[in-house]
Nanobody
Framework: QVQLAESGGGLVQAGGSLRLSCTAS????????MGWFRQAPGKEREFVAA????????DYRQSVKGRFTISRDNAKNTVYLQMNSLKPEDTAVYYC????????????????WGQGTQVTVSS
């Protein structure tokens, strides 16, 4: 059974950086587009970034463009989210997810989720 496991979250001051990792078990990781979402307390889970199967195409929510970078290493079954210039409003639980072939921006188009990793940015 394929599983996703995130790591790399933590507490950081505003302006700092973190790199999240999401490692997949199983052999079919490279067949799928992957995404990162986040959920702050009391808010809906929202799209952050996505990357296609070979890393040649990426997209981001507007508020993180220029600060976050998504990448992947298919040899390691891992997708990354490099987060720079972090702001308090980036505080959330971050989830990676596997896209089943639909829109990158819709939660419903992802069929496998990790357990999440907490990112807290202090002001």
């Amino acid at each position: 059974q394929v599983q996703l496991a995130e790591s790399g979250g933590g507490l950081v001051q505003a302006g700092g950086s973190l790199r999240l990792s999401c490692t997949a078990s199983g052999r079919t990781f490279s067949n799928y587009d992957m995404g990162w979402f986040r959920q702050a307390p009391g808010k809906e889970r929202e799209f952050v970034a996505a990357i296609n199967w070979n890393g040649s195409s990426k997209d981001y929510r507007q508020s993180v463009k220029g600060r976050f970078t998504i990448s992947r290493d298919n040899a390691k079954n891992t997708v990354y989210l490099q987060m720079n210039s972090l702001k308090p409003e980036d505080t959330a639980v971050y989830y990676c997810a596997r896209n089943k072939g639909g829109s990158w921006f819709s939660r419903e188009e992802y069929d496998l989720w990790g357990q999440g990793t907490q990112v807290t940015v202090s002001s």
